[in-house]
T-cell receptor, first 111, second 116 residues
Framework: GQNIDQPTEMTATEGAIVQINCTYQ??????LFWYQQHAGEAPTFLSY????GLEEKGRFSSFLSRSKGYSYLLLKELQMKDSASYLC????????????FGGGTRLMVKP | GAVVSQHPSWVICKSGTSVKIECRSL??????MFWYRQFPKQSLMLMAT?????????EQGVEKDKFLINHASLTLSTLTVTSAHPEDSSFYIC????????????FGPGTRLTVL
């Protein structure tokens, strides 16, 4: 089966750094995605990791450890507009382009 | 590039009626399209995977006779909710993948369905 865990909610302060963790247990692994979703809107792609290590893209970075079944999304210099849900999704191997999503982490950025 | 549209963006219907939702890839030909359902404060739940010209593959627990999927072309997939009931009220989101894009799914803006 597929199991993806991430915290339900997090709160952080504007200008700070926040790390959102994701652990997974899936039947095979073909990559891990992070998406951002604002309330009432569709998810937007943030990052993709298939090899171990850190991928940096502006204020957002994503890390993957395949041996530990672990990833995190790091958000720097938080802005109020970063308040959203962050979805961790795994592509199991042999499943084509199918994704299995975690429950999402609702991040609230406070002034 | 990689723009996906959905129509309508919201719909309200009476119980027992059918509702059709369209998903279009505007600037690329989609290898595969996916249909998700999302209830308030919950994550996306995959309903079915749709490939052009073939029958959709439904996830366990999703009734294929209730949620009809037609993938007529490489740029259009439709989801028809038949005999809708209030419990079908949800946010329906489609996504599409391109032949070469690291398996990234591009999501449509979603359709909010409310069944009275």
């Amino acid at each position: 089966g597929q199991n993806i865990d991430q915290p339900t909610e997090m709160t952080a302060t504007e200008g700070a750094i926040v790390q959102i963790n994701c652990t997974y247990q899936t039947s095979g692994f073909n990559g891990l995605f992070w998406y951002q979703q604002h309330a009432g809107e569709a998810p937007t792609f943030l990052s993709y990791n298939v090899l171990d290590g850190l991928e940096e893209k502006g204020r957002f970075s994503s890390f993957l450890s395949r041996s530990k079944g672990y990833s995190y999304l790091l958000l720097k210099e938080l802005q109020m507009k970063d308040s959203a849900s962050y979805l961790c999704a795994v592509s199991p191997s042999g499943a084509g382009n199918m994704l299995t999503f975690g429950g999402g982490t609702r991040l609230m950025v406070k002034p | 590039g990689a723009v996906v549209s959905q129509h309508p963006s919201w719909v309200i219907c009476k119980s027992g009626t059918s509702v059709k939702i369209e998903c279009r890839s505007l600037d690329f030909q989609a290898t595969t399209m996916f249909w998700y359902r999302q209830f308030p404060k919950q994550s996306l739940m995959l309903m079915a995977t749709s490939n052009e010209g073939s029958k959709a593959t439904y996830e366990q627990g999703v009734e294929k006779d209730k949620f009809l999927i037609n993938h007529a072309s490489l740029t259009l997939s439709t989801l028809t909710v038949t005999s809708a009931h209030p419990e079908d009220s949800s946010f329906y989101i489609c996504s599409a993948t391109r032949p070469v894009s690291r398996d990234t799914q591009y999501f449509g803006p979603g359709t909010r369905l409310t069944v009275l």
